[in-house]
């Protein structure tokens, strides 16, 4: 009995340790995804999302934000660019809303309130060619927080 005992412990311990999903940037995206080429029309391109999700992402990655985000990402960007435009990205929801995004060159920037109004924005300068990985997170955690993702090359927003 206690060899079965340490063993369903070892087996919740292991399992603890996997059961703990993170943001994947792999995964398909839950709101689809679009190709924009540089000096794209219409400036900015707005997409309905969803935000918010199971995974803390201060135990997922390096960062004092603890925004939650789906596993997987909520949009994908393939960006078509010179290399010397700057993307913006910020989303408008109606909670306090955190923004990850996993660039082509595998940097992860994530952001809480520097669009204003408790919402989320990341510029990327000097933007390269390939696919952006975009989630949309709830600072306060759960999901289905209804808002609006929007790219941008515009320098002021």
Not at 69 to 84: F, H, I, Q, R
Not at 125 to 137: K, L, P, S, V
């Amino acid at each position: 009995m206690i060899f079965r005992t340490a063993m369903a412990a070892m087996a919740l311990l292991m399992l603890g340790g996997v059961a703990q999903a993170c943001p994947n940037p792999e995964l398909d995206p839950l709101y689809g995804e679009v190709t924009l080429y540089e000096g794209f029309y219409p400036n900015p391109h707005s997409e309905y999302i969803e935000v918010g999700g199971k995974n803390r992402m201060d135990r997922c990655m390096d960062t004092s934000i603890q925004g939650s985000v789906a596993t997987n990402p909520d949009y994908y960007l393939y960006y078509e660019s010179s290399g010397n435009s700057t993307l913006t990205l910020f989303l408008e929801t109606s909670t306090d809303s955190v923004l990850l995004v996993v660039t082509p060159w595998d940097e992860w920037f994530v952001d809480d309130d520097s669009a204003g109004n408790s919402d989320a924005s990341i510029t990327i300068e000097n933007a390269a060619t390939g696919w952006y990985a975009i989630w949309g997170g709830s600072y306060g955690g759960g999901a289905g927080q209804p808002g609006n993702l929007f790219i941008t090359e515009r320098s002021n927003v």
